[in-house]
Each structure stands twice: as C-alpha cells, then as structure tokens.
C-alpha cells in the first residue's frame, strides 16, 4: 500500500464520520435541550428517535415506497412527507412524555424524574417491539447510488462522498444552525435561555414556565425524527433496540460537548463520530465502543464540564 | 385606597413559620420600608407578594386581585415587578436581553421608550448592552436588577436589599436612584438592611422581627424612635 492509499483511508474514514456524527449530534441535541432546562437525563430519547425511524418506515410502506424494488428514481415527494411525519410524530410524543411523565414530577427529588424517564423508556421500547416485531426490518435505499467523488470528478479513490451523505449533511447542519438561530433570536428561545439560567426569575418576568419546558421538549423531538429519516435511508435498517445504542452515543456525545451546552452538543456529535469511523477503520469494529467510551472517560476525567461545559457557579 | 394591601400572611418553610401573621398597606406614590434583622422574614413578606412562596393563611391584594391565587408568572401582570435579592440577573443572557426579560409580558411592542427610561437613570448600563450581564461589576448588576424590573413598567417596585455587597458611593448612588425612580411617580417597597439609608428615603416603614412587624410608623418616627435606633441603627 503506498502513501497516497493511507491518506485516502483516513479521508474516507473522516467523511463516514462526520455524516455518522451528524445523526448522533442531532439526537444530542435533544438530550442537551432537555438537560439545560431541568436537569434531567431523558434517557427515552433514544428511544424516540426509534420510533421515529418507525414512522418514517411506516410512512413509506403507506406511500407506496416501503420496499424500493421496481422504482426509477427517488421520491423526494414521499421522503418529505415521511420526515415531516416523522418530526411530528416524535415531537408530539416528546411532549405528550414531558405532560404525563415529567411534569408531575418538577417537584419531586431530582432521582424521581429520572427513574420515570427510564420507565418511558421502556413503554418506548415496547411499542417498537409492537410495532415492527422483534427482528432487524430493512429500511427502504431510496436515494440515489451516485458517488461525486468517482462519478462526477473522476477521481480513484477510496474515499466516498455520495448523495447520501450530502442528503444527512445538507438536511441536518442547517437544522442544527436553525435551531441555535431559534435559541438565539426568538421570543420563545431567549424565554428558553432565562429558563434554563434561572426558572424562578423566568416566572417572575411573566414567562409560563411550564410552556417553554413543552417547547424544549418539542424542539427535541423534531430534530430527533428528523435524524431518524436520515438515519434509516444512510444505514437502510432499523430495529427496536436501536435506541439503546443510538442514545447512549448521543448522551456521551452531550457529555462529551458539556451537558447543557448547546453547540457542544453538536460539536460533540461530530466528535464522537469521527473517532468512532477512525477506531473501527484503523482497529476494527469491534473496538468502536472502546474508543468511544475511553474517549469519555478521558475527557470526564481531565475536563469534567465537557469541551465546552459550563462553568456552574451563577446559580446556572 | 392602599394600591398593595397585604393581610395576616403566615408563610411556611417546611413547617417552619417564618412570617406570623404579617399586615401591611403601601399606598399609592410611597416608598415604604420593611427593616428588621437577619431572618426576621422580611425577604419571605416579598417573595410572598411576588408569589414565589405561597402562604398558607392571609391575603395579598392589589387592586381587586388576590395575588395568593395568581400563579406567579401572572403577578408582573397585575402591575408587580420584583429586583430580588442577590439581584438574579440572567449571567449568561447580555444586558439588553436581561432588559428584553424585563418586559416580556408586555410583549415587544412600544418598549423603546422603557429602554431609554432606564438608560437614562443608568447611563453605566447603556455602554455595557452587548456584555453578557455575568460579567458586570457588583453595582452594575444591581442597576440592571432594578432596570429589568422597571422595564415591566409596574404600579410597584419590590426591590431587595439593593445595597447588598455594594461600596458606599454606590449604595448612595443606587438610593438617589430608587429616590428618582418614586419622584417619577412609582411606588415602591423596599427591604433593607441599611436601616439608616432606608429610612432617609422612604416615607413610611415597618419594623419586623421574628415574622411579625413590632412597630410601624412614619420613616421620620422611626428613625428617632429608640428601639429603632439601638436595634438597627447601630446607636447607643
């Protein structure tokens, strides 16, 4: 293998990456939201980006496009619909979660909520397993099979960069840019940032606390069924247990950014996919987790508030 | 008729009564004081009007509503706005944002006349607007406290030990500020540990220990009154 092979493994490792990291760091998103403004892990979330790839699937087969044998050229109608059903499901579901699970528990000791989120979790995980049965269901390939770098630059290469990927990045960068613009200008977002900063203060200026905590909820779940329609046509499979692995990626990509924070989040989400494409490039996949997770230990270990954390002190 | 009306209040912690029954009226244009001790409850008689802490007997009335059955975030509604103690303003929000919260239940409409208002009583604030507030000066954060809670353009200011951790030039500063802010027509009610500067500037005050108020009078007859003056004015 000469020197110019290497270079194309590690290029082709980094782009695997960044589009993996792009899906992790939107479900990161929703952990990060979530965790800024009441301090709870919501460990279902992985799971309703699960369900989100089941809506999209069940979506498609309603649409007509359940198996893609015998089509000609991509429905870009139908992948609309099905992400847009798939944001909707998950973000109604999220705060469905928040009203009967969470709410009635703002009070109660930090540990109650927690537990309840697991148990949500759980009813999560089970109507997946109704839903689309118990075995690993095919996803639909519905994007096109084009590679730029081969098909249309002409370049041998290992590295790939095909409409997939461009699909994933084009679709959830500016939904991530989106939703810091949302944070960052709109009523609701600087309502969010009091909130989160401090919810006492934030009733006081007239803000309906419960209201903005509903709407974090929700801006979770739209990112996280987006990221299960790019998630499903990037991997074409999906399976009821798939939130488990899905979210504990997610929430050490959260942990890894610094909990609470925001773009660390999504920093953390490219992070932690590119080291996972590197380790299973470079030492196999059986060592992805291994990286990952030593990778956190690390981190947690030398900068306990993540690469981006937060210094907690201000009554944060 | 009084514009807050405050009656029999008993405000529990756990099963701690921190306020035994309190009474009192702030009447339209006044500054009235509550001075009193540490722990003598008068940070919880503010908390309970502005309906952080809900009493378990009394009532807190404005105009014809009973505040004890607002929920809190409809109190700056009614025409309340609280600069609490510690000041709370949003660290990592910047300055104008934390005036922009001033003025949320108002929505955006027509409050550039309230920013000038308060950039006007605080010219310090105006040069800080794009600073995140957390990294304001002690006496700037106080000003902004005061500000945001003006920006809600209320009937009432409750505001919260606003000397706290301040300089004396700037505790003198804040006060002719609070003095100018009432000359201007608001009402406002103030907790104070600085009994001496409180009572320089307010009309009426009520002296409380332990939850109760023991003594109520005019800023003036206080002032030279002799329990007054030993317990908290530091007179022998």
């Known amino acids: ?316 | 008729m009084p514009i807050l009306e405050v009656q029999d209040v008993h405000t529990y912690y756990g099963n701690i009564e921190a306020l035994k029954g309190i009474s009192l009226k702030v009447e339209q244009g006044e500054i009235v004081t509550l001075i009193g001790s540490n722990g003598a409850g008068k940070t919880t008689t503010l908390r309970t009007i502005a309906g952080v802490l809900r009493p378990r007997r009394g009532t807190v009335r404005m105009d014809s509503s009973d505040l004890t059955k607002t929920p809190a975030n409809q109190i700056v509604r009614l025409g309340i706005a609280h600069s609490p103690e510690g000041r709370r303003i949003f660290a990592r929000m910047t300055v104008r944002e934390n005036l922009e919260m001033g003025a949320f239940a108002r929505g955006a409409a027509n409050i550039a006349d309230d920013y000038e208002r308060v950039y006007t009583l605080f010219p310090r604030i105006k040069e800080r607007l794009k600073q995140r507030a957390g990294t304001l000066s002690g006496g700037e954060q106080q000003m902004l406290a005061i500000g945001r809670a003006l920006m809600a353009r209320p009937k009432l200011l409750l505001l919260d030990e606003p000397s706290m951790g301040l300089a004396p030039v700037l505790v003198e500063l804040v006060f002719q500020t609070i003095k100018e802010i009432n000359a201007q027509g608001m009402t406002v009610l103030l907790v104070e540990q600085n009994a001496h500067m409180a009572l320089t500037i307010a009309n009426r005050g009520y002296v409380l220990q332990t939850g109760k108020i023991v003594l109520s009078d005019t800023a003036k007859a206080l002032a030279s009154n002799e329990m007054v003056r030993k317990a908290y004015l530091g007179e022998d």
């Not at chain 1, 109608?77 to 798939?86: C, F, Y």
């Not at chain 1, 839903?131 to 996803?139: E, S």
């Not at chain 1, 900068?303 to 201000?314: A, F």
């Open chain 1, 1 to 316: 293998m000469g020197e110019g092979k290497d270079i194309d493994l590690l290029a082709a490792a980094i782009v695997i990456g960044i589009t993996n990291g792009a899906f992790i760091a939107l479900i990161a998103l929703g952990y990060t939201l979530v965790y800024g403004i009441i301090e709870l892990i919501n460990f279902a979330h992985g799971d309703l980006f699960m369900l989100g790839t089941f809506a999209c699937l069940t979506t498609l087969t309603i649409l007509g496009f359940g198996t893609e044998v015998g089509i000609a050229g991509t429905p870009w109608l139908a992948l609309v619909i099905a992400m847009l059903v798939a944001m909707a499901f998950c973000g109604g579901l999220n705060v469905l979660a928040e009203r009967i699970a969470y709410r009635p528990l703002r009070k109660a000791p930090r540990l109650a909520p927690l537990i309840s989120a697991i148990g949500v979790s759980f009813i999560f995980i089970n109507i997946g397993l109704f839903w689309q049965g118990p075995t690993p269901r095919r996803f639909p390939d519905l994007l096109p099979q084009y590679d730029f770098l081969s098909q249309f630059f002409g370049l041998h290469t290992l590295v790939r960069f095909t409409v997939k990927d461009l699909f994933v990045l084009s679709l959830a960068v500016p939904l991530m840019l989106g939703l810091a613009w949302v944070i960052q200008n709109t009523r609701m977002g600087k309502a969010m940032r009091a909130v989160a900063q401090d919810s006492e203060m934030a009733l006081q200026m007239g803000i309906d606390v419960n209201r903005v905590i509903a709407f974090t909820f929700l801006l979770g779940g739209l990112l996280a069924g987006a990221a299960s329609l790019m998630y499903g046509l990037y991997n074409n499979n999906t399976v009821f247990t798939l939130g488990f692995t899905a979210g504990l990626k997610a929430f050490t990509a959260a942990v890894l950014g610094g909990i609470g924070n925001v773009s660390g989040a999504a920093l953390g989400g490219f992070v932690l996919g590119l080291l996972a494409s590197l380790t299973v490039t470079y030492f196999g996949g059986q060592w992805e987790n291994v990286g990952v997770f030593s990778l956190l230990v690390i981190i947690l270990v030398f900068r306990p508030t993540g690469l981006l954390g937060q210094i907690q002190g201000d009554r944060a």
